[in-house]
């Protein structure tokens, strides 16, 4: 029980104590996270806010990513959880930079999304989102509590994609030191961004995946290229050998995220499930963001998955219209390792949303 309360803390479990467990933290005022090595800057610049207060107070809070290079945020030696991870920069990072996590030696990535995305944050906007795994709160905090074993190593970096630094790049990663359970799943997340087309009008989210797992949550950046409703279409989960028919196979897009009836032209945003952006301004093509979060009721597969999700409208006919939609998808997992190469993430140029 004691592993499991490592894992993934719950209200009943909080009073135990945990005699081989401890909690180390990662910022720009502790970049090792080692015990009593916060606060330690010199605010040797006379122009630092702490000039005239010293050493200890709020010295180097955040810091700058430099154009087309890669930092390192945290580069943890043992076994442990990565169990919060806040994060704020301005919005032009929000696309721009990469966020890549690698567990224990892995040389390829098992999380490889751009910043905003992850966090829920698509098209390259800011918005708020109210859920349990990832919560946004104003202005642009980012916050994930997906817990994240790792054996051996656990290495964090983002990459700046640029052509111009990124100042005021602030971020915490809190973590427990502690053992592992042996059928604890590697945490994974790949971002995928496709446009529909009239023969062919399914986003692939997820393909190719190899390994025994369990598939955890969907985030969409949905961007409408026409007129009328846009999410007609079904969600499908192939599992362990499925073919051409899914062995989990949804209703609507809407009935997916957890709603009904077109969303009733509201937005929402809920524990588990969400929309909690849609935006159409003047000028503008409309704008949609949408969460599921499959916490109770996780997607197991033993083999392999994929996962897909249909564009369809309406014809005035009261026939389902395939639609030409651009479509950005984040597919969150756990699974054993190794875990299959992911595609080649799209170019700076290509993953902009304007």
């Not at 720009?28 to 090595?37: D, F, K, L, V, W």
């Not at 109210?130 to 964090?156: Q, T």
């Not at 799943?185 to 997820?206: C, D, N, V």
């Amino acid at each position: 029980m004691n592993e499991i309360y490592l894992i993934s803390p719950g209200l009943g479990m909080l009073p135990l104590v945990q005699e081989s467990a401890e909690t180390r933290s990662i910022s720009a005022e502790n970049p090792t996270g080692e015990r009593g090595g916060g606060a330690r800057e010199l605010p040797a610049d006379p122009k630092n806010p702490a000039s005239e207060l010293g050493k200890g107070w709020k010295v180097r809070p955040c810091i700058t990513l430099e154009p087309e290079t890669t930092t390192t945020l945290a580069d943890i030696k043992g076994s442990g959880v990565v169990q919060h991870i806040w994060i704020t920069v301005d919005v032009k990072a929000y696309r721009d930079t990469v966020l890549r996590f690698y567990w224990d030696e892995e040389n390829s990535p098992s999380v490889e999304v751009p910043l905003g995305d992850f966090f829920c944050n698509g098209h390259g906007l800011r918005y708020n989102v109210n859920s349990l795994p990832i919560a946004v709160n104003p202005s642009g905090g980012f916050n994930c509590y997906f817990p994240m074993p790792f054996r051996k190593r656990a290495r964090i970096t983002i990459e700046n994609q640029r052509w111009e630094p990124i100042h005021g790049f602030f971020y915490q990663i809190t973590y427990s030191q502690s053992k592992v359970p042996e059928n604890a799943g590697y945490f994974h997340a790949q971002w995928r961004r496709s446009m529909t087309t009239r023969k062919y009008p399914e986003h692939i989210i997820l393909d190719g995946i190899k390994g025994q797992g369990h598939y955890v949550g969907t985030f969409l950046a949905w961007t409408q290229l026409s007129n009328g409703w846009w999410g007609e279409g079904e969600i499908k989960f192939f599992l362990d050998g499925d073919k051409e028919y899914p062995t989990i196979c949804g209703t609507g897009t809407e009935d997916y995220f957890g709603g009904a009836w077109g969303f009733g032209g509201e937005t929402y945003s809920t524990p588990f499930l969400g929309y909690p952006l849609y935006r159409k301004e003047p000028g503008e093509v409309p704008r949609h963001a949408l969460y599921r979060w499959h916490i109770f009721d996780p997607i197991r597969f033993k083999q392999e998955l994929k996962v897909t999700i249909q564009a369809l409208g309406w014809f005035p006919n009261a026939k389902y219209q395939p639609l030409t939609d651009d479509i950005a998808s984040v597919g969150y997992w756990y699974q054993t390792e190794p875990h299959a190469e992911f595609p080649e993430l799209p170019p700076l140029q290509e993953r902009w949303s304007r």
